[in-house]
């Protein structure tokens, strides 16, 4: 400062690369907290800031898509974040402290790289480019999927992850034939044990969805650029006009390549405070593999809520404070409309040494499961409407790092609130 008024030396440069949420809280706790500084927003796709958790609910035809964006050019505008769509960020250069796009360099004064994963495609030949097999991740997937839906009669997801779920649920709310072929045993196998699998297939079934357990796609067949029907490894074929893949994803953890910042398939390593190796330069969101003060651990995690707590926290960082996440991971979900799910802070398909106890009330088609991690409490998952009683003290637990001797662990399932 000099004299009080500002020059442009005194005037932080915030660049971040990926306009999910997690990238644009960040560029709008930045604004909050200075008014004066420069802040750009690269995103590669077209839109502004759209909920990526309201697309399964758009492709059910339960939300239209208007309600699904939640921020429009005019509030980048005037946020004064210079917000630069259908633009990839191709390159940083960590030395100089700019990255490149567009042709040009843009200096940083600190980095935020948020730029989540991409939708794997299947790993079966004849989905390559056919125009009726789709991922499920952007805006303009649902869109397509949407429209592929109205010419069809008949549906497959394939793949036992969550996108393959609500690609089911949407194709049966949709009411066309649905198939879900699944490699696994169960539905969510690496998540959810026997018990729970089987209340998710009974809830299946009542949408009339054809579930295939142990099956896995050998091909999918293709006529004049279109598949007509796919043939299992066992050798079923089921014909449909429709095709929705869910087989994960790939971090987009690229531009790190040729960087000092540390980086490998499970994302962008991080601290407790999302700095990477590199000072000033910090990731957040889904492709942050970053290091978990409570739980103690490094995991990187896929949900919304995560999405938006390390934006903040991020952006304090940025702005040259010390803040560590401290918080639990949660996430509630509809599990076709006879189940929900409900869970919190670790699970056995990102640990699998963990510990778990279970109850279950068949006639309720409740189920609770409990996992710790030697002695203390690290996360839980909660199945069937009106069980979540208890939810928030096991969070509180986790945050305090509560001890729980293992002849004790029973009596906490029968916790409420
Ligand atoms: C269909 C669907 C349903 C979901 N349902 C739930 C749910 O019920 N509950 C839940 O908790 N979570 C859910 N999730 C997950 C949740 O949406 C994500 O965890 C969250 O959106 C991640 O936000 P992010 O900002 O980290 O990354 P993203 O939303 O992936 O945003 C990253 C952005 O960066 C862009 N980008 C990448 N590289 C570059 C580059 N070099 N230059 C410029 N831009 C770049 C990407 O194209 C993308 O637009 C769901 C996800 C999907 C796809």
């Given amino acids: 400062m000099h004299g009080g008024a500002y ?36 995103g590669d796709e077209p839109y502004p800031l759209y909920n990526r958790i309201s697309l399964p609910p758009m492709l059910r035809r339960q939300l239209p898509e208007e309600k699904v964006m939640m921020r429009d050019l005019a509030w980048h505008e005037e946020h004064r974040i210079a917000l630069k769509l259908r633009t990839a960020v191709e390159g940083i250069d960590t030395a100089q402290r700019t990255v490149l796009a567009d042709g040009r360099e843009y200096p940083f004064d600190a980095l935020l790289l948020a730029t989540g994963g991409r939708p794997n495609p299947a790993p079966a030949p004849g989905a390559s480019g056919a125009h009726n097999v789709f991922n499920f991740q952007y805006l303009d997937d649902t869109r397509a999927i ?16 969550f996108i393959a779920y609500e690609l089911a ?5 949709r009411k066309i034939e649905t198939h879900w072929i699944l490699r696994g045993p169960r539905v969510l196998h690496r998540l959810l044990d026997d018990v729970a699998g089987e209340f998710v297939d009974e809830a299946a079934r009542t949408e009339n969805v054809h579930l295939h357990y142990g099956e896995e796609v050998a091909e999918f067949v293709r006529s004049n650029g279109a598949v007509t029907k796919v043939r299992t490894k066992k050798g079923l074929e089921i014909a449909a006009e429709c095709y929705g893949v869910g087989f994960g994803l790939t971090m987009n953890v690229e531009l790190t390549h040729g960087t000092p910042i540390e980086a490998g398939p499970n994302g962008i390593r991080c601290n407790d405070r999302l700095e990477t190796n590199v000072p000033g330069i910090f990731a957040a969101g889904d492709v942050a593999d970053f290091y978990d003060p ?10 919304w809520n995560n999405a938006g707590a390390h934006g903040k926290v991020a952006a304090q960082n940025m702005m040259g404070g010390s803040v560590a996440y401290h918080d639990v991971p949660e996430y509630s979900s509809l599990l076709f409309k006879g189940q929900t799910i409900t869970q919190f802070g670790l699970s056995p398909d990102l640990q699998p040494e963990l510990e778990m106890v279970r109850t279950i009330d068949r006639e309720k088609r409740w189920y609770r499961a409990l996992f710790f991690w030697q002695d203390r ?29 293992k002849p004790q662990w029973q009596s906490v399932l029968e916790w409420t609130a």
Wanted: charged share 30%.
């Fill in 294 to 303: 409570i739980l103690e651990m490094r995991y990187r995690m896929g949900t």
């Fill in 146 to 161: 949407s429209e592929q839906i109205d010419r069809s009669k008949a549906a497959v997801a394939v793949g036992g992850s």
């Fill in 169 to 173: 649920e949407a194709f049966a709310a």
């Fill in 377 to 405: 409490l690290v996360g839980g998952i909660m199945l069937g409407k009106g069980n979540r009683a208890g939810k928030r003290k096991y969070v509180e637990a986790i945050k305090a790092k509560e001890r729980f001797p």
């Fill in 7 to 42: 020059v442009a030396d005194d005037v932080r440069r915030y660049v971040i690369v990926g306009n999910g949420f997690a990238g644009t809280t960040a560029a709008e706790q930045l604004r909050k907290h200075d008014a004066a500084c420069e802040i750009t927003l690269f």
